[in-house]
């Protein structure tokens, strides 16, 4: 089973910025959908972004302008850019991809996230 492996998480201050990363350990051609999704301390996990094989993508309105969602099929990586970041983006970020084979989902163990006032 493919698994996924987030990185580029960490701690920055508002209107920062940060480029989480998701590898693939195999193809990423595997997942009809990939995305990214965060948890805040407390709440309830929801979705960033999605973008699926033909690249079309869907952002959440609270990120919409800010995030940006994109996938390197050559790297087998989605990437997620997170500029004008703000304290209430803090959270963990996990990358989700939704395989073709099941309609099953894989997750990634998550990044955190931190920006500070």
Same mark, same amino acid.
């Given at each position: 089973?493919?698994?996924?492996?987030?990185?580029?998480? @960490?701690?920055?201050?508002?209107?920062?910025?940060?480029?989480?990363? =998701?590898?693939?350990?195999?193809?990423?051609?595997?997942?009809?959908?990939?995305?990214?999704?965060?948890?805040?301390?407390?709440?309830?996990?929801?979705?960033?972004?999605?973008?699926?094989?033909? @690249?079309?993508?869907?952002?959440?309105?609270?990120?919409?302008?800010?995030?940006?969602?994109?996938?390197?099929?050559?790297?087998?990586?989605?990437?997620?850019?997170?500029?004008?970041?703000?304290?209430?983006?803090?959270?963990?970020?996990? =990358?989700?991809?939704?395989?073709?084979?099941?309609?099953?989902?894989?997750?990634?163990? @998550?990044?955190?996230?931190?920006?500070?006032?």
């Amino acid at each position: 089973q493919v698994q996924l492996v987030e990185s580029g998480g @960490g701690l920055v201050q508002a209107g920062g910025s940060l480029r989480l990363s =998701c590898a693939a350990s195999g193809s990423i051609f595997s997942f009809s959908v990939m995305g990214w999704y965060r948890q805040a301390q407390g709440m309830g996990r929801e979705l960033v972004a999605i973008i699926d094989l033909s @690249g079309t993508t869907q952002h959440a309105d609270s990120v919409k302008g800010r995030f940006t969602i994109s996938r390197d099929n050559a790297k087998n990586t989605v990437a997620l850019q997170m500029n004008s970041l703000k304290p209430e983006d803090t959270a963990v970020y996990y =990358c989700k991809g939704r395989r073709r084979v099941d309609g099953g989902v894989n997750w990634g163990q @998550g990044t955190q996230v931190t920006v500070s006032s």
